[in-house]
């Protein structure tokens, strides 16, 4: 059941700068498959050669039966898909060599690209990923026989899904920023047995294509691609509850977030001179988070975490928050006890840990004289590090009672000033490089506090 890639990137990570709509590390994975792949083909180009030459009819027969089974391939609920191809390029590469079995699955990807008219990047990754998986299994084959060809041909089929499938798993992983385990379980693991009987249906299809002709391959090729039929009906009437599910879990998701925003939204409101001052430090945060290589879950838990970073500011009484000038001795020992009110006020929630990480941690200083625990250097959980300079950025170019608001550029080089003392120098440079490569961002944060203001 050879898999493909069609998947589409989330629209939080179409921002990456090496490819439309393509994580850094998903652009690496392509770029070293490619790499891989190309190499392998040119170094067997010549047996290639020599045998489509002197032996067309199998090269043909097969480069068929491969071709016609990738048509069979249905989609996985919108996200890639499965075929059994596999039987065809396994049998290949029994019964010919295996740099036509590479070239075989490299056409085989060639025109899944075309039947779907994806992007040309995802063509690229197929066209690799095939032609790797290939050249491995044939291996697997080769090395094995004398355990036996049966043997040798269930660790070809088991070698050729294990790199195939989970090549393709990384890069949805990547790309959808979610768990490699999570794209598995939910769109290939349901046809784990499938995988690992190719080897054998392959061996069987080979040795009755060289007994018997066209008819004994034909015999063992095409009851897989009646399951496969079988299968495109029932995906197709489970597809629609799949969606369906999974738009009411975003809805929820969508909900609980603005939920916490409003709380935290509320709080932020009782402060005329810090208005949209939870917006801003989430926006950024997020930013720098993204920044730092965070995605999916961990990210909307830094967000979060963002949003309730300074909820237990609910405990401090009123006029020292909006005191004009600076804060007696007394006055900052019941500021510096917040942090420990939030971290009360969400213990009892199933938040993920970041967030409670955002909430405690936040004003803790990289040197170690912060509160409230007085942890130093990688102590601090890197979450609450973003969140810190977020906070201070925000706090820095926003009126307080005490001082006006200072410029974004003396702002951005007070923070840098202090980067190795007070903030980490890790997530100050990449406020760094987010003010080089997307002032937008930092920009768009501004029209949210005039908007704000």
């Not at 997020?286 to 967000?303: D, M, N, P, S």
Request: net charge positive; with cysteine; hydrophobic share 50%.
């Amino acid at each position: 059941m050879n898999s493909t890639s069609g998947t589409s990137t989330v629209a939080a990570l179409t921002g990456a700068k090496s490819a439309p709509g393509l994580d850094n590390r998903a652009t690496v994975l392509i770029g070293g498959l490619t790499a891989a792949g190309g190499a392998a083909l040119a170094t067997q180009m010549s047996s290639v050669v020599h045998t489509v030459a002197s032996r067309p009819g199998p090269v043909a027969t097969m480069a068929l039966l491969t071709l016609v089974l990738q048509l069979f391939s249905i989609r996985v609920y919108g996200r890639g898909s499965v075929s059994v191809s596999a039987i065809g390029i396994l049998a290949a590469a029994f019964v010919l060599d295996v740099g036509t079995a590479m070239a075989i699955a490299l056409l085989a990807a060639l025109v899944q690209w075309l039947r779907s008219r994806g992007q040309i990047h995802k063509a690229v990754f197929d066209g690799a990923n095939f032609a790797l998986s290939t050249g491995a299994a044939a291996l697997a084959f080769d090395g094995l026989q004398g355990a036996g060809r049966f043997t040798a041909a269930f660790a070809a089929g088991c070698v050729y899904a294990a790199i195939n499938n989970g090549t393709l798993c990384l890069a949805m992983s990547l790309t959808e920023g979610i768990a490699w385990r999570m794209v598995w379980l939910e769109r290939f693991h349901w046809a784990r047995l499938y995988f690992v009987s190719f080897g054998p249906l392959a061996l069987a299809a080979a040795i009755a294509y060289k007994d018997v002709g066209v008819a004994g391959l034909l015999a063992f090729a095409l009851p897989p691609a009646l399951m496969i039929v079988s299968v495109r009906q029932y995906l197709e009437r489970t597809t629609a509850a799949v969606e369906e599910i999974r738009q009411v879990n975003q809805r929820l998701r969508r909900a609980h977030r603005d939920t916490i925003a409003a709380l935290s939204r509320s709080l932020d409101a009782k402060d005329a001179y810090t208005g949209g001052h939870i917006d801003r430090v989430a926006a950024v945060s997020v930013a720098l988070a993204k920044q730092l290589g965070y995605r999916g879950e961990e990210l909307e838990a830094i967000e979060i975490g963002a949003l309730l970073h300074d909820i237990g500011k609910i405990g401090v009484p009123e006029q020292i928050l909006s005191k004009r000038g600076p804060l007696h001795e007394a006055e900052w020992a019941v500021i510096k006890t917040h942090p420990l009110t939030s971290d009360y006020i969400l213990s009892e929630l199933d938040l993920h840990p970041i967030v409670r990480q955002c909430a405690r941690s936040s004003h803790e200083r990289i040197d170690g004289t912060g509160y409230p625990d007085g942890l130093a250097g990688d102590q601090i959980p890197l979450p609450a590090r973003i969140v810190f300079v977020a906070d201070a950025l925000d706090a820095l170019t926003s009126d307080r009672p005490y001082r006006p608001a200072r410029p974004l550029i003396a702002a951005l080089a007070e923070i840098q000033e202090h980067a190795g003392t007070q903030f980490c120098p890790k997530v100050v440079e990449a406020l760094r490089f987010l003010w080089r490569t997307s002032p937008q961002l930092i920009a768009a944060n501004r029209q949210i506090r005039r908007n704000a203001a």
